[in-house]
């Protein structure tokens, strides 16, 4: 050979864990660019994850790349990354990368900065104030109000308060209400809080975690809601900024990182350009943001699970809030937890990661407080409340069994209603999410409507008429009569939340009642109008699923009905009550502030179960130690480490026979573990797909790894996996 090769190791998205081989005539390519290469008959993106003068393929049958972009997209840290999720959880390294990175760059577009706005109220509106403005102008109003908080909004907050919220500013402007600036990233002014001293809690938790200095070290942050663990956060990134290069990783869940939460930092790093990482976010934003942090710039960023695979050339210090919240765990494709693949950036970084929570995931809790010394975590407790005059709610159940329940309601629980409509307080009505929404039933012969594509009952929307399935999104006209039997006595069951809404303004007809269903809560938008309409007190009566977002007071807010959740109680997912006592914990949170005492009713059969006892004296340590001898005892997370393979077909032998294969082959890989036999999960059938799954189960990770390796392998190449699709889902949080 006279010329010298260059050879590049390209990463494409395709289902073979394998990289392949290209020529370029350019010397220069790195590690870390994207390039289009010919793949088959199509063209594909990749990426460069090697660079070589060798190949075992013949010269003349190498192809050449077609177009290389110049942008360095990952450094070596995070290809680590990279190899680390692609080998732990079983996923191939290309899918791997390009799940990992912005979308925006697959399309290989070119650079983009986009214009920033900043938005805030002249001297004269200042003065005028909100009771100017012309009636029945909402959104106009909450604008406002949002600037006078604020100070100063950019376009994405103004926009989470109105989707309209061009021609309200236009409107504004007319008026010579606003003023607009051009905005560099960091020159943002917000309300200055402020700083409080620390409590000693505080400082004791603030001071171990320096002591460590720059090393490797997790800890759990444990304290309840408004016990000052964000106030700890701010300290220790001003102590991580004191470097000349550094920056801080915050990661938090999507429903929590609100504008509140965003301005808050904002307002104590004024001085420091900070970015949030999100999918609420336009691609170019994104895009933008993301190319601030992996240059060095942004030094502070905040982001929802992917971010963490974010390039951060100074990265100093992680940050989890909320550790135990399942958002952070990725339900496909690359099933990685963000937590864990945290622990593991920070230890190959070797800084500090610092997880903060009132209800610890048990896997945490167990590592902060039970492994043997030295423990895997450092432990640390905030014990109270920071602020002086805010207390616990008090909590009570009502027993449902002993009592007449009105279409859900109990007399106390409408009496307690009642009683903070006289007082001009808020109540808020807390359905637990899982599986409770009302089902059509024929009330002579007990027919109901069901999926003819999933094994799910169809869900009654009585407003629009139709039964909806909300696993395929199936829709169908409500009949209006039984079509097993005629009858026309048909009924909806159950308690959505459509007939809570209903019940509710039967029994307070002069009350405004806001009910936010799962996918009303899941846009920003929708969020933050809530958020201003409790504070400006435009609603009385609040019926939601999940509304636990984090850095929000309701000061009005006094007492909190949790509805049916004893499902829950007895449910066969193990997790279950671990789930919903961190729920109700944060539910419960969210009643009574400052002089205003809260309360909390739960209506259950079970009054006594100890779920409820804990959760009256707020002991979260009793609960979870209880629980944990629960799971010593059944073999379950976290004494032993699980790995779930689910599988579906259009038919279900094709699906039995691919999972008894593979649990014949698990069995023969290796005695160190237990392999279960094939199960249909809760759900049998989803869009006209038949399921099943088994579960591996080991008591050392090493050896469940070592046999996933060959295991997977021996997976892909299945011929029935032609008819089959299948995942393997490490350490799952569902089954
Ligand atoms: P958490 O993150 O645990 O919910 P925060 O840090 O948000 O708690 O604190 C709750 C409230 O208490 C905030 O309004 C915060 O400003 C205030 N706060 C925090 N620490 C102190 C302190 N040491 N003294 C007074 N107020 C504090
Ligand atoms: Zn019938
Ligand atoms: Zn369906």
Redesign the pocket.
């Known amino acids: 050979m006279t010329d010298a090769l260059h050879i590049l190791k390209v990463a494409l998205d395709v289902p073979l864990d394998r990289v392949f081989d290209y020529k370029t005539d350019n010397p220069n390519t790195q590690i870390g660019q994207y390039v289009v290469v010919p793949f088959g008959a199509r063209k594909m993106i990749g990426v460069v994850v090697g660079v070589s003068d060798t190949s075992s393929i013949e010269s003349k049958k190498l192809k050449s790349i077609i177009r290389l972009d110049p942008e360095v997209i990952f450094d070596e840290e995070s290809f680590k990354l990279f190899q680390f999720c692609s080998q732990y959880y079983h996923y191939p390294i290309g899918q791997t990368i390009l799940s990992a990175v912005p979308s925006r760059l697959k399309k290989l577009n070119t650079r983009a900065m986009v214009k920033k706005y900043l938005y805030r109220l002249t001297p004269k509106a200042l003065q005028l104030g909100v009771d100017q403005l012309p009636p029945r102008q909402t959104i106009l109003k909450r604008i406002v109000v949002a600037l006078i908080d604020a100070k100063e909004l950019d376009e994405a907050s103004l926009r989470s308060i109105s989707s309209t919220w061009k021609k309200s500013i236009e409107t504004l402007d007319e008026m010579g209400w606003i003023e607009k600036n051009e905005a560099t990233l960091d020159d943002k002014v917000y309300k200055e ?2 700083i ?4 000693s809690d ?1 400082q004791e938790a603030l001071d171990a975690i320096l002591e460590k200095k720059q090393k490797f070290a997790p800890w759990l942050l444990y ?12 300290r220790l990134i001003e102590e991580a900024l004191k470097k000349e290069h550094a920056q801080v990783l915050v990661l938090v869940p999507e429903i929590n990182l609100t504008p509140q939460l965003e301005s ?1 930092f904002r307002s104590r790093f004024e001085k420091f350009t900070l970015v949030t990482l999100h999918s609420h976010l336009t691609d170019n934003e994104r895009l933008t943001h993301w190319r601030l942090a992996k240059e060095g710039t942004a030094q502070i960023i905040i982001g929802t699970r992917l971010s963490i695979f974010t390039p951060m050339p100074h990265l100093s210090l992680i940050i989890i ?1 909320e550790e135990h919240d399942a958002s952070f765990k990725q339900q496909e494709g690359l099933r990685y937890h963000a937590r864990d693949v945290a622990i593991f950036r920070a230890k190959s970084e070797n800084i500090p990661i610092v997880m ?1 929570t ?1 209800t610890p995931s048990l896997e945490t809790w167990f590592n902060a407080t039970k492994t043997k010394d030295p423990k895997k975590f450092g432990f640390l407790k ?1 014990s109270s ?4 005059d ?1 207390t616990l709610p008090e909590i009570k159940c009502i027993d449902i069994s002993k009592s007449t329940v009105l279409k859900g309601f109990s007399p106390y629980l409408i009496d307690a209603i009642r009683d903070r409509l006289n007082k001009k307080e808020q109540s808020l009505i807390f359905i637990n999410r899982r599986g409770f929404a009302p089902v059509l039933l024929c009330a002579s012969c007990q027919w109901t409507g069901k999926c003819h594509r999933c094994s799910s009952r169809l869900v009654v929307h009585l407003n629009q008429k139709r039964l909806r399935c909300h696993h395929c999104g199936h829709d169908e006209k409500m009949p209006q009569q039984c079509p097993s039997c005629g009858n026309t006595d048909l009924y909806p069951t159950g308690l959505g939340t459509q007939r809570i809404e209903e019940t509710l303004k039967e029994l307070f007809p002069e009350a405004r009642i806001l009910r936010v269903d799962r996918d009303s809560t899941k846009t920003k938008e929708a969020l933050n109008d809530l958020f201003l309409k409790m504070k400006n007190r435009e609603i009385d009566i609040l019926i939601g699923t999940q509304m636990l977002s ?2 929000h ?1 309701f000061p009005y807010l006094s007492l909190v009905g949790v509805l049916d959740t004893d499902q829950a109680l007895y449910s066969p997912d193990f997790r279950a009550s671990e789930r919903l006592f961190s729920q109700l914990m944060q539910v419960s949170g969210r009643a009574g502030r400052a002089n205003i005492k809260g309360e909390v009713y739960i209506q259950t059969a079970f009054p006594n179960h100890p779920l409820f006892e804990a959760l009256k004296t707020h002991d979260y340590e009793h609960f979870a130690n209880e629980l944990l001898k629960e799971r010593a005892l059944a073999e379950l997370s976290p004494f032993v480490f699980l790995v779930l393979l689910k599988a579906e077909a259009h038919q279900l032998t094709h699906v039995m026979q691919f999972l008894n294969e593979a649990m014949i082959k698990a069995q023969n890989l290796s005695h160190q573990i237990t392999v279960y036999n094939p199960v249909r999960p809760m759900m049998e059938r989803l869009k006209g797909m038949e399921r099943a799954q088994l579960v591996l189960q080991a008591s050392s990770r090493v050896a469940l790894q070592k046999l996933l390796e060959e295991w997977v392998l021996y997976l892909r190449e299945n011929k029935l996996g032609q008819k089959v699709k299948w995942v393997v889902d490490v350490d799952p949080l569902e089954f």
């Open positions: 809080a402020p409080p001293l620390l409590n505080q304290g309840i809601t408004g016990s000052g663990k964000t106030e700890v956060y701010i808050r809030d903060g009132a905030l409340r920071a602020v002086e805010s984090k850095g007071d």
